[in-house]
C-alpha cells in the first residue's frame, strides 16, 4: 500500500512536535526558575510579540497613535516561555525538515550518479558493438572479394581446360597425318635405293 507524501510529513510533524513538547516544557520551566534567563531570553521577545499584536489589532479597529502599555513581568515571562517553547517545537521539526531534504537530495543524487554510470556503460558497450561490427563487416568485404578472385581462378582454369582440350584435337589430326608421311618418305627411300641398284 502506497502513503501518501502530505500524511507521512503531517504525521512525522505531529510525532516531532510530540516529542518536542517535553524539552520545551523543561526550557519553560527553567525560563521561570532562572532570572537571567527570565530577563535577557523571555522578556525582549515576548514584549515585542505583544507590541507587534496590539499594533496590529489597533490598526484593524481604526486607532493609530495610540500608545501601548508594555505587559507586566510575571505575563511577559509566560509569554516568553511560551513563545521559547513553541520556537523549539518549530527549530526542531524544521531542522528535521531540512535533514530529510538533505537525505533526498543525497539519495536523488546517489541515483542520477548510478543512472549515469550505467549510461556511461552502456555508450562503451555499444561502442565496442559498433567496432566489433566495422571488423564484422571488413572480413565479410574480404571473404566477398576473395570470393570473385576464387570464382575467377577456377574461371580461367576452366578455360585452361578447353585451351588444352582444343589443342588436343588438333595434335590428334596432325598425329594420325604424320605416320602417313613417314610411310611416304619410306617408300620413297626405298624406290630410290632400287633405281641406285639397278644402275
Not at 526550557?27 to 535577557?40: D, G, H, L, N, V
Request: hydrophobic share 45%.
Amino acid at each position: 500500500m502506497v502513503v501518501g507524501a502530505f500524511p507521512m510529513a503531517k504525521l512525522l510533524y505531529l510525532g516531532i512536535r510530540q516529542v518536542s513538547k517535553p524539552l520545551a516544557n523543561r526550557i519553560k520551566e527553567a525560563a521561570r526558575r532562572s532570572e537571567f534567563f527570565k530577563t535577557y531570553i523571555c522578556l525582549p521577545p515576548a514584549q515585542l510579540y505583544h507590541w507587534v499584536e496590539m499594533r496590529t489589532k489597533m490598526r484593524i479597529m481604526g486607532f493609530r497613535g495610540t500608545v501601548i502599555k508594555p505587559l507586566n513581568e510575571d505575563a511577559a515571562a509566560e509569554l516568553g516561555a511560551e513563545l521559547l517553547g513553541e520556537a523549539t517545537i518549530f527549530i526542531v521539526g524544521g531542522g528535521c525538515l531540512v535533514l530529510e531534504y538533505w537525505r533526498h537530495q543525497a539519495h536523488q543524487r546517489h541515483k542520477e550518479e548510478e543512472q549515469q554510470a550505467a549510461w556511461d556503460a552502456m555508450r562503451d558497450e555499444v561502442g565496442r558493438l559498433a567496432l566489433a561490427l566495422e571488423t564484422l563487416q571488413a572480413q565479410t568485404q574480404a571473404q566477398t572479394q576473395a570470393a570473385p578472385a576464387q570464382s575467377a581462378l577456377e574461371e580461367l582454369q576452366a578455360q585452361m581446360r578447353e585451351v588444352r582440350a582444343q589443342l588436343c584435337a588438333r595434335d590428334a589430326p596432325q598425329a594420325a597425318s604424320v605416320p602417313q608421311v613417314v610411310s611416304a618418305s619410306k617408300a620413297v627411300s626405298a624406290s630410290k635405293d632400287q633405281e641406285s641398284a639397278e644402275v
